[in-house]
């Protein structure tokens, strides 16, 4: 065995044991802890397993901290709980923040980390129906969710890439399982991120195109999903910040080591029953997502600046935001070790 090889089965057999509750954690629960609410932005899914692992491995409680991962109320998302204080951190992304910190009553929160490091989003049709390209779409039918960003994207690549934009019929997006619509309605063309709605075409051995946004347009590689935290939190207890993401770097870390692994902590963590049959589906995701979570930058959570200003600058350019932001608007890479 190599020492490569030989190192990933000690760390899976180092989680594994975790959840068989080997182990114990360092502070041995004679400390007071302090508690930190995250809210997620939907049912416990890839995005997310770093957080889990951190957990089931005792890495926050190892750092002072019991953490609570909870789902977003029916009635507002993630970002509003955290702005309200409800929640110290939650997950969100950055062209649904923008509207926020070009109003004259920004929410007072702030991206701390990049969940993933690049957009892997990008659009899905069933295979050989002329859609690998934006240009496609046009005489076919994009399901929509009717948000400004995302229309003002797909117009600008389409006719960018020769096709007419109105020529595109829009249908509202109601549809949760992307690739199986797609195989079952050829007409359709429906935006999805890859490390799920590809993966599970994948899986399920369904035949698809798939262009990402990113490779079109590099203004369009902005970071989504994100770590934002509450702004009075950030400014009364930047340690207890740090500590939190230094903990959360560990199991995103773990996740990229040892992605089966992490994917059974998922699983096994997952109290909502949205995970329940789909086991494949989260073990294949987690492989893939393994190299997307730090991918290329210097460091896990890193938010590379040029392309989180550059993309509020277009939106600006665009009319799409009221007001242009100031560089820096919104992320902080201050609290990453």
């Not at 049709?125 to 005489?139: H, I, T």
């Not at 249908?171 to 195989?183: K, S």
């Not at 059974?264 to 589906?281: N, P, V």
């Amino acid at each position: 065995m190599n020492k490569k090889k030989a190192a990933a089965f000690l760390l899976t057999a180092a989680m594994l044991c975790s959840l068989a509750g080997c182990g114990e954690p360092q502070n041995g629960g004679s400390e007071e802890l302090k508690k930190i609410t995250v809210c997620l932005d939907w049912t416990p899914n890839t995005n997310h397993t770093g957080m889990f692992v951190a957990q089931a491995q005792g890495y926050y409680r190892e750092a002072g901290l019991d953490v609570t991962l909870v789902q977003p109320p029916q009635n507002s998302g993630a970002e509003q709980v955290c702005a309200s204080g409800q929640a110290q951190f939650a997950i969100g992304a950055q062209d649904t923040l923008a509207s926020s910190f070009a109003s004259d009553t920004p929410l007072p929160v702030t991206a701390v980390a990049a969940l993933i490091q690049h957009n892997t989003s990008g659009i899905m049709s069933a295979r050989g129906q002329g859609m690998d390209r934006p240009a496609g779409l046009a005489g076919h039918t994009y399901l929509t969710w009717d948000s400004p960003v995302e229309l003002a994207m797909l117009e600008r690549l389409v006719n960018q890439d020769g096709g007419n934009w109105a020529d595109v019929k829009l249908e509202p997006n109601l549809v949760t399982e992307e690739a199986q619509d797609v195989a079952h309605n050829p007409d359709h063309a429906i935006w999805v991120f890859y490390g799920w709605g590809g993966i599970n075409a994948e899986v399920n051995d369904i035949d698809v195109d798939f262009f990402y946004f990113k490779d079109l347009e590099t203004i369009f590689d902005y970071y989504t999903p994100v770590l934002i935290a509450n702004n009075d939190f950030l400014a009364n207890d930047p340690e207890t910040a740090k500590a939190f993401l230094k903990a959360t770097r560990r199991g995103y870390e773990d996740a990229i080591a040892s992605p089966e692994a992490a994917a059974q902590m998922l699983i096994d963590a997952d109290d909502t029953g949205a995970l329940t049959g789909s086991e494949e589906l989260v073990t294949a995701s987690q492989k893939w997502l393994s190299g997307q979570y730090v991918a290329d930058a210097e460091k896990w959570g890193y938010i590379d600046p040029a392309r989180w200003d550059g993309f509020y600058r277009w939106l600006y350019e665009e009319e799409l935001i009221t007001k242009e932001l100031p560089d820096g608007t919104g992320f902080s890479n201050d609290y990453l070790e």
